[in-house]
Structure formats: structure tokens, C-alpha cells
């Protein structure tokens, strides 16, 4: 079993930056990769940012160049510094933790991004 908890949301203004974080708990050597979502209503839940256990990452297109998700290995904890944000970047992000013991995707409860222009 794994939990995930993010933190950092908040409002910002265009242009701005913030980071989110994502502490995993539980069966930690269970995951295989960690990463952040979002969704707005009526869209579906998009890619932001992946990263693998070996460190590979993997971004949205939406958000390349503009955001960077990294890892504290001690902590458990995943980042994901966004910069040059947008009105359009406004959404609940989810954090994701996928095992592969047995196969399954454990999600946060989200945290709310909102970007005022």
C-alpha cells in the first residue's frame, strides 16, 4: 500500500512560479515512477511531468520548458517547479505513484493551482 500527499498549490499570478510536492509513504519500494496531473472540469486528466525510479523523465507538451519535476530519494518526496505560469495552467494537480507489486496507481487527493492574469 502507498499514500501520496501533495502540497503547494496556491494563487499566482501570470508569469509566476510555484512548486508542488509530493510526499510518498507506505510500501515506498513498490514504485516504480511518480508523477503530476491535471485536470480541469470537463477536460481529462493531463500529463505534467513523470519521473521513473531510474530518473528518466517525461513532460506534457503543453507544459515543456516550463516546468521540471525532480526527487528527494531520503524524503520520498517528488517536486514539480513550474515557472512562467499561465491563466491556462489553472487546474487541480494530482500526484500519481504507480507500483508494479502488484500493478496499480495509487493518486493523491490533489491540490488546487490557480493562475490569475
Known amino acids: 500500500q502507498v499514500h501520496v500527499v501533495e502540497s503547494g498549490g496556491g494563487l499566482v499570478q501570470a508569469g509566476g512560479s510555484l512548486r508542488l510536492s509530493c510526499e510518498a509513504t507506505?510500501?515506498?519500494?513498490?514504485?516504480?515512477?511518480m508523477g503530476w496531473f491535471r485536470e480541469v472540469p470537463g477536460k481529462h486528466r493531463e500529463l505534467v511531468g513523470a519521473?521513473?525510479?531510474?530518473?528518466?523523465?517525461n513532460y506534457g507538451d503543453s507544459v515543456k520548458g516550463r516546468v521540471t519535476i525532480s526527487r528527494d530519494s531520503a524524503k520520498n518526496t517528488v517536486y514539480l517547479q513550474m515557472n512562467s505560469l499561465k491563466p491556462e495552467d489553472t487546474a487541480v494537480y494530482y500526484c500519481?505513484?504507480?507500483?508494479?507489486?502488484?500493478?496499480?496507481?495509487?493518486w493523491g487527493q490533489g491540490t488546487q493551482v490557480t493562475v490569475s492574469s
Open positions: 519521473i521513473t525510479r531510474g530518473g528518466d523523465t
Open positions: 507506505g510500501s515506498i519500494s513498490d514504485i516504480n515512477a
Open positions: 500519481l505513484a504507480t507500483s508494479t507489486q502488484p500493478p496499480y496507481d495509487y
